[in-house]
């Protein structure tokens, strides 16, 4: 079933959502498009301009900790300039208006706490944290005028942003929790991800495996299309905000 951006939903999505006692939703980095973050695998994405294996591996890291540091710096500044759009306040909305909600992102922007989202599972890290690189400790404070890449004030290693990278896990209890997430939900929203990317790209499945309604909110089809209860085709900052205001619920 697919939804244009007409913006007029299925009643039997709204009745689902409606009668929902917890909602998740999965989103990555289309949801940021529209604060202007780019996303990763759209024609403009990251990896059509940057290679990851320069840049978003432990290898990369230890070959040339300066590009890598300034690249994550350079992000972390685009990042502190955007602001967060009608997609991520309207999740942070639905979060009150349903009886439980487990927001998962895999992206490391910030920008679903800065709308306001109050437990958000973060499965990739967030570009703001720093870390040592050495003991994984977080690291509030740092010189970004030093030359060179700061190093931790406790052991001297080297710091690095505090996300994961290619070949490394996911943080254990920020996976478990979503799982436990995508085991429990009667709805998941899946927004702005290309779902290409495990094992995120696995809990849509999980998710439907035990029963839930699977919603895709994506301009774009993906390998999860074929497979979502409903598929709402358009952009997440007109489509979110337009279906939360359909919920009934606490305001
Ligand atoms: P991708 O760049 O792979 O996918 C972005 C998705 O967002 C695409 O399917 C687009 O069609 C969709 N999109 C673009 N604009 C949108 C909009 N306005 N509203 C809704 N959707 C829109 O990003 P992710 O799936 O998040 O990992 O990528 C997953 C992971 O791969 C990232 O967390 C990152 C990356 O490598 C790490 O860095 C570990």
Not at 156 to 185: K, T, Y
Request: with cysteine.
């Amino acid at each position: 079933m697919s939804t244009p951006a007409a913006l007029s939903f299925d009643p039997a999505l709204l009745s689902a959502l409606s009668g929902a006692r917890l909602v998740a939703a999965l989103t990555g980095a289309g949801i940021s498009a529209e604060s202007g973050i780019s996303t990763f695998r759209d024609p403009d994405g990251l990896w059509a301009r940057f290679d990851p294996h320069e840049l978003a591996t432990p290898s990369a890291f230890a070959r040339d900790p300066k590009r890598v540091w300034d690249w994550y710096a350079w992000r972390r500044e685009r990042v502190a300039a955007a602001q967060p759009n009608a997609g991520h306040l309207a999740l942070a909305q639905l979060e009150r208006r349903v009886p439980a909600f487990a927001l998962i992102t895999q992206n490391v922007d910030g920008l679903h706490q800065r709308a306001g989202s109050r437990i958000v599972i973060e499965l990739h890290g967030n570009i703001t944290r720093v870390k040592c690189s050495r003991e994984g400790t977080t690291v509030e404070r740092w010189d970004e005028t030093a030359p060179g890449v700061p190093r931790c004030p406790v052991c001297g290693a080297l710091l690095r942003p505090d996300v994961v990278w290619f070949e490394e896990p996911l943080p254990e209890s920020a996976l478990a929790a979503a799982q436990h997430a995508a085991e429990r939900c009667d709805v998941m929203l899946v927004v702005g991800t290309s779902a290409e990317v495990y094992p995120a790209a696995a809990l849509p499945a999980s998710a439907k495996a035990t029963g839930a309604t699977v919603v895709e909110i994506n301009p774009n089809s993906t390998p999860l299309s074929g497979e979502a209860d409903f598929v709402l085709a358009g952009p997440a900052g007109q489509v979110l905000p337009a279906l939360v205001a359909r919920i009934r619920g606490p305001r």
